[in-house]
């Protein structure tokens, strides 16, 4: 059974930091595209952070600069580094993990937690 577990969410001042991390099990990590993404109140859930299995990252245009994402293939985690955050980064966060197969893409979501830039 597929398990995706985020903790490190809270309530942080614009221009804080925060770091999420995803703890998953159930799936042979190492071979998984791991994503962040979010979703706002009355939005669309959207990217915000994806690895490949080989190390390559994509980050949405709005978070270029400001947020990291790192795997530990050894710890079966993902990690995003959230600095310089702003109130429009406000959201719950979601921890995704995907893999192609023959049959499409695999994708299994955590149950999120909850990020709150505010002053």
């Known amino acids: 059974q597929v398990q995706l577990v985020e903790a490190g969410g809270g309530l942080v001042q614009p221009g804080g930091s925060l770091r999420l991390s995803c703890a998953a099990s159930?799936?042979?990590?190492?071979?998984?595209?791991m994503g962040w993404y979010r979703q706002a109140p009355g939005k669309q859930r959207e990217l915000v952070a994806t690895?490949?299995?080989?190390?390559?990252?994509n980050y949405a245009d709005s978070v270029k600069g400001r947020f990291t994402i790192s795997r530990d293939n050894a710890k079966n985690t993902v990690n995003l580094q959230m600095n310089s955050l702003k109130p429009e980064d406000t959201a719950v966060y979601y921890c995704?993990?995907?893999?192609?197969?023959?049959?499409?893409?695999?994708?299994?979501w955590g149950q999120g937690t909850q990020v709150t830039v505010s002053s």
């Open positions: 995704n993990a995907r893999i192609q197969t023959m049959r499409g893409p695999d994708t299994d």
């Open positions: 159930g799936i042979n990590f190492r071979n998984y595209t």
């Open positions: 690895i490949t299995s080989g190390g390559t990252t």
